[in-house]
């Protein structure tokens, strides 16, 4: 309950300041609703009850100068690999007049999502993996983590590693890493496991590095892929001491 309080906390703040920027272009004064709207993948319990959560916290709030209109919200599911599912809800969104959208993209949505975004003019508030591009009306709750990731292996002294990547976003930092790795004298192997279906075929990599003594490990994949990538991890014993693993990705887990 405490996760998710916190969790609908920092989702209410986003939407807040953005309706609030939004109004504060308008004919002088607030009306007293405000629509604002969800989309969600079917996957992300979690996340869209933490969004209901701020709505409601905001609602209830009996503090007029905190709370100046009323929040209605309208939320749409979408199945990220039809397109047509993703260009649905998004149309609905913007049928309804909503003021912004939070939601969700993965790398199958993403483009879909921001373009729509670009040419309604319609704000979109994420907390999904932060896009290269500067795009128009998207609006990252997440940092970009190229810097970071950079510095993190700088810090720790990384000289040799391996780096596993599933998105555009990955391609991107690997050519960061690479350019970096030339000016360090740093041995990096990447792997894209974007298209990896089989789960063997993640332990194979493992197994693979393991046998060219790589101990270290940078993992910039979405949650679940990370989250199998781990399980192999664990059913090899390559979680033992000597082994390091970095994930650039908002994934909560004990398996390591």
Not at 54 to 81: C, G, I, M, R, W
């Amino acid at each position: 309950m405490a996760r998710q309080k916190k969790m609908g906390q920092s989702v209410l703040q986003a939407v807040f300041f953005l309706v609030l920027g939004l109004l504060g272009h308008s004919h002088g004064g607030f009306p007293n609703t405000i629509s604002i709207g969800g989309l969600f993948m079917r996957n992300t319990v979690q996340e869209h009850s933490a969004f209901r959560f701020a709505v409601q916290l905001y609602n209830t709030n009996q503090n007029t100068t905190e709370k100046p209109f009323h929040l209605n919200y309208h939320v749409d599911h979408l199945d990220s690999s039809n397109s047509f599912s993703v260009t649905n809800a998004f149309c609905s969104q913007f049928s309804r007049g909503v003021y912004a959208i939070f939601g969700f993209y993965d790398q199958m949505s993403m483009n879909t999502l921001t373009s729509f975004c670009g040419a309604l003019h319609t704000s979109f508030v994420t907390p999904s993996f932060p896009t290269d591009a500067d795009v128009q009306f998207v609006i990252q709750m997440r940092p970009a983590l190229k810097g970071a990731i950079l510095s993190l292996l700088g810090h720790y002294k990384w000289e040799k590693f391996v780096y596993l990547y599933d998105t555009e976003r990955g391609f991107s930092i690997l050519q960061a890493i690479m350019e970096a790795a030339v000016q360090n004298n740093w041995q990096v192997t990447a792997r894209s496991v974007g298209n990896i279906k089989d789960v063997q075929e993640f332990r194979r990599i493992i197994e693979e590095m393991d046998r060219r003594q790589e101990k270290r490990y940078l993992i910039d994949c979405e949650v679940e892929r990370i989250n199998t990538i781990l399980e192999q991890v664990v059913i090899l014993g390559k979680h033992s001491r000597g082994y390091h693993y970095m994930l650039a990705n908002l994934v909560r887990t004990r398996r390591i």
